[in-house]
T-cell receptor, first 112, second 115 residues
Framework: AQSVTQLGSHVSVSEGALVLLRCNYSSSVPPYLFWYVQYPNQGLQLLLKYTTGATLVKGINGFEAEFKKSETSFHLTKPSAHMSDAAEYFCAVSNTGNQFYFGTGTSLTVIP | DADVTQTPRNRITKTGKRIMLECSQTKGHDRMYWYRQDPGLGLRLIYYSFDVKDINKGEISDGYSVSRQAQAKFSLSLESAIPNQTALYFC??????????????FGPGTRLTVL
């Protein structure tokens, strides 16, 4: 069975500060891991994904995430928050290619 | 033009009414999905289809049905809508050539309100 836990349903950061959104997963086999972003009134857009190989994955808009197998984590970071980063972020896991499992989401607020 | 489109984008209906939500895609993907999103619950899978002849129930299929009319079209029906089906509904596609990751590509969503 697979599951995804996102710690913190709401995160606030100041503009220019580090963004850290946490994601932990459980999976019986090596997972494929994803981060999606949802801007207001829009669908989900793929930010980045981890499949195999390098554990540090770079995505769009300056975001990156690191797969840490020992910690079963895939936290999303961005060195310097921008106002346009305000959105909801979803972590997801897949392993068989049959179903995705999403976390409950983290709403990011960027304070000017 | 968007690769995955959903109609309608917003719908308000009454309890007991039959509702159909439509999804079309131009990505040429075989796999299509319907999810619902509720605050604090994330996205949950309702139904998925790996090709025109293949339909599978997801996590929360009760109260819903689907029809895969063609590779590009996947409709979700609520036979008799109830208020707890008020939610944001998303259609998604994935490309089997991207297996095993099965990356999902989403439409813009349909906001459904059942009064």
């Amino acid at each position: 069975a697979q599951s995804v836990t996102q710690l913190g349903s709401h995160v606030s950061v100041s503009e220019g500060a580090l963004v850290l959104l946490r994601c932990n997963y459980s999976s019986s086999v090596p997972p494929y891991l994803f981060w999606y972003v949802q801007y207001p009134n829009q669908g989900l857009q793929l930010l980045l994904k981890y499949t195999t190989g390098a554990t540090l994955v770079k995505g769009i808009n300056g975001f990156e995430a690191e797969f840490k197998k020992s910690e079963t984590s895939f936290h999303l970071t961005k060195p310097s928050a921008h106002m346009s980063d305000a959105a909801e972020y979803f972590c997801a896991v897949s392993n068989t290619g049959n179903q995705f499992y999403f976390g409950t989401g983290t709403s990011l607020t960027v304070i000017p | 033009d968007a690769d995955v489109t959903q109609t309608p984008r917003n719908r308000i209906t009454k309890t007991g009414k039959r509702i159909m939500l439509e999804c079309s895609q131009t990505k040429g993907h075989d796999r299509m999905y319907w999810y619902r999103q509720d605050p604090g619950l994330g996205l949950r899978l309702i139904y998925y289809s790996f090709d025109v002849k293949d339909i599978n129930k997801g996590e929360i299929s009760d109260g819903y049905s689907v029809s895969r009319q063609a590779q590009a079209k996947f409709s979700l029906s609520l036979e008799s809508a109830i208020p707890n089906q008020t939610a944001l509904y998303f259609c998604a596609t994935s490309d089997p050539e991207e297996l095993p990751t099965d990356t999902q590509y989403f439409g813009p969503g349909t906001r459904l309100t059942v009064l």
